[in-house]
């Protein structure tokens, strides 16, 4: 649960914060993303006078549906649907916040939170992958004791809407069957129990869970978004991370005799080798232990094949987040459509360090532009998007421009094109897509300056009130990611 609110933020909802940003030059004004922040704003007015009804738990009665009689058995009578809850017409419509990589997504859901209104008490900001992960836990807890017939959504919901009555997902999405099979009674169990919901994604909710497995199932929870929040689409023709920002930190080298040196010097610096030499420890997760090779202070270091070269998730990697603030990666090398696995694995790292507010220092093989593409499939792209007509690619192609280059204009910050990508056979899907395209955001982010010396309180940057603010930031993610 998030409790924690940085004192500098405005008392008077997103707008205020907002224009106080573009006054400083943290921001730069837009006309299309006030339209959205009003939305925000309007929101924050309704939950102004809003109070979350008493969140009540379900009995054990009122879940276990009633004992068959034995003729009821013998002649197959008909099972009982599993319980279901209403959602009053008094909950204050939530948002659902979608576009492509670089539409100001997560800076807009951050900017609500930020500046929610102190009457609501509880509140959780989480990355969605990492609450389905939590969701996914509790339902096993309950049905390891209680059995797995046991319908244990409503508990699970109960549990989460005493701990938040507003909830704010990053990256809403639906890719596995497991999810896709409870969202729909999830949400509505939150919703019935006065959760204010506030949702960021890459797609409209028409478009979640696209060909997946048994989608008809899953169309009610689309329609329970539809209907019960406000859709907002973000695209513009400003990409939002393009605001000024200090020059980028070192956090990238080739792999060469100097690599490990570097690796090196950015171990000691994040690590804390005087008082905490470098030394093997163990992090458990689910029952399994994580090696990890070298650890000191709060700074951990791997090679590419020591985290990812076994089979290891997101709930590894967020156990591992929660336990270190600095990774160094060392001999990451160039993957292609081979080894999509890997490179999704990677992915998922990524965003967990990102998600966590860690620093990552990497090795790699390759420029970051084709860590998830070689030169000949980011030729082949290109030829495929330029068949297609899309005029970025058609341009770069009539110039004959260098591979790089082309990389540079055909990406947000690191250069490709988001159309470009999702119509190319190299992908699987626009997931996979954005994926990719995010994970190459996320690294050009994370190289920033500004991200490198974050929480180190300097005095540049606020002194020991901004490590101690980004201390209670991480302290938030810790106990979200719970």
Known sequence: MSEYRDEQYSPDGPMAEYNARVKAG??????HQRTLIQSLQDLHHRLVNYTPPKVIPPTLESIQPPKKSFFGSLFGGKREEKVRMDVGDDLPKGLYMYGDVGSGKTMLMDLFYDTLPGNIHSKTRIHFHNFMQNVHKELHKIKMTRGNDFDAVPFVAAKIAKESSVLCFD?????????AMI???LMESLMAHGVVMVTTSNRHPSELYKNGIQRESFIPCIKLLETRLEVLNLDSTTDYRKIPRPPSGVYHHPID???SRHAEHWFKFLGDFENDPPHRATQTVWGRDIEVPRASGTACHFTFNELL??????????ELVRSYEAFIVTDVPGMNYRSRDLARRFITFIDAVYEGRAKLVLTTAVPLSQLFMSRVEVN????EASSAGDPAAKEVKDE???????????????GMNMNMLKGSSIFSGDEEAFAFARALSRLSEMGSKEWVERGMGLEKAGGRKEQDDWKKARSTWRQDSM
């Open 26 to 31: 943290k921001l730069r004004d837009d006309e």
């Open 400 to 414: 004959g421009a260098d591979l790089d280059a082309s990389m540079r204009s055909l990406m947000d910050d690191l």
């Open 183 to 185: 969202l729909r009674r």
């Open 309 to 318: 070269g076994k089979a290891t998730g997101a709930a590894d990697y967020i």
């Open 380 to 383: 082949t792209a290109i030829d």
């Open 171 to 179: 990256e809403f999405q639906c890719t596995d069957v497991a999810d």
């Open 257 to 259: 005799a100097a690599a």
